[in-house]
């Protein structure tokens, strides 16, 4: 009677470290959107309706070379763009890529957009994103993290 007593104990603490173990086992959740890949675009400031001139993005550009070899120009800027995971396009600036000017100009506490601009096809394709995507008209919150500046739009 003591043997069976003892295996039923035992049997008892194995079944109950397979439970054990068995909850450690993390559930799988769906997979989530994945946010964009990071790419490096061309952005000329200004509006389009007033040949590049006031507030805005006026061309936004896939940049092919790499930015060793980018020359800053007024009103010019090279940024790495991303798709965050609330589905938010995220520009990323050097400021050591920029004139100062333009950092003073567009950058002052907030990046203004006056008037909406759409984001070209083949820029979204390479940050994955397949659907349109359009900056509205507004301003945004400009982050200056010492050396970069972000851009949440």
């Known amino acids: 009677m003591k043997k069976i007593g003892k295996l039923l104990v035992l049997f008892v603490m194995l ?3 397979g439970v054990t173990y068995g909850t450690m086992v993390p559930e799988i959740e769906a997979p989530k959107k994945a946010a964009g890949a990071l790419i490096n675009i ?3 400031f200004g509006r389009p309706k007033h040949d590049c001139a006031k507030f805005g993005i ?3 550009t896939l940049e092919i070379k790499g930015l060793e070899l980018f020359r800053a120009e007024k ?6 763009a ?5 589905g938010n396009l995220v520009l990323q600036f050097e400021k050591n890529n920029m004139m100062l000017e333009t950092i003073t100009t567009y950058f002052d506490r907030v990046f203004i957009m006056d ?5 070209p096809q083949d820029v979204l394709a390479e940050l994955n994103w397949y659907d349109s995507y359009i ?18 739009l």
């Open 15 to 17: 079944c109950s470290v």
């Open 82 to 86: 991303s798709i965050n995971e609330s």
């Open 75 to 80: 009103n010019i800027a090279i940024a790495t």
């Open 42 to 44: 061309k952005i000329k």
């Open 115 to 119: 008037e909406d601009f759409e984001v």
């Open 135 to 152: 900056i509205k008209t507004g301003e945004y919150y400009v982050q200056d993290r010492g050396n970069v500046i972000v851009v949440e």
């Open 58 to 60: 006026c061309e936004f």
